[in-house]
């Protein structure tokens, strides 16, 4: 189940890659230049990204109108605009304040907490192997046996959900490493190795005998659903 998302940024070269960078990631993005419109758009979607200096009416107004028209729908500005006076003045009506530039990985993470907090998402549990289990949004991830929550880091979780993004598919480690440090691979570089092993030793019941994170030989890994 994607996470819909409503994107208003009138900077087309953020708002591309932006766009682009969630929909990687399992959003799907609806993006505006302005707030035009935006009223009529915001109950299909679970969370709102709003830019501040925005063409016409500016996103503290828009944003304004948006918590009026859907209470429920958490909004996140973010904005290049630095000061106390326009946090405290966006924060009246958003959910939270992230500012340019910023880290694709922290507004990620930022997200996925406003949505699991508003409850925009139903989620569904996924098994892997016998005794784990990790939630449809990739919120959490659990051991069935316990019943307790395994913390991932960031860079494990990333990986784990782009295993389950691509269930059953054989990918490349080039393909896994590009996709999670957003950088290009250098052949023998041990990164991903080395993070796949912890994440092994947090999820499998036998680490040296992987079940969940299959190693192909020279190609890359594969999680099996």
Do not use: C
């Not at 290049?80 to 694709?104: M, N």
């Not at 295993?163 to 990918?171: G, S, T």
């Amino acid at each position: 189940m994607k996470r819909n998302v409503l994107y208003i940024e009138d900077n087309e070269k953020i708002g591309s890659f932006l766009k682009e960078e969630l929909e990687q990631r399992g959003f799907s993005v609806q993006w505006l230049l302005s707030g035009e419109g935006a009223e009529k758009e915001v109950n299909q979607h679970e969370i709102v990204i709003l830019d501040i200096m925005l063409p016409g009416l500016d996103g503290f107004t828009v944003g304004k109108r948006l918590k009026k028209a859907a209470p429920a729908v958490p909004i996140l500005l973010l904005t290049a605009r630095t000061s106390i006076d326009d946090k405290v003045e966006g924060l009246q009506f958003a959910d939270d304040y992230l500012t340019k530039p910023f880290h694709t990985d922290e507004l990620v993470a930022r997200l996925e907490v406003l949505i699991r907090r508003s409850g925009g998402t139903h989620s569904e549990r996924i098994s892997l192997g016998n005794y784990i289990e990790v939630d449809s949004e990739g919120q959490m991830v659990f051991d069935k046996r316990t019943g307790e929550e395994i913390i991932l880091t960031a860079k494990q979780h990333h990986i784990l959900m782009y295993f389950l993004r691509h269930p059953n598919q054989v990918l490349p480690k080039e393909q896994i490493y590009e996709a999670i440090w957003e950088e290009t691979y250098i052949t023998g570089d041990k990164t991903l190795m080395v993070h796949i092993h912890r994440l092994r030793q947090k999820l499998e019941r036998h680490p040296d005998s992987p079940e969940i994170i299959e190693t192909l030989k020279g190609i890359g890994y594969r999680v099996k659903l």
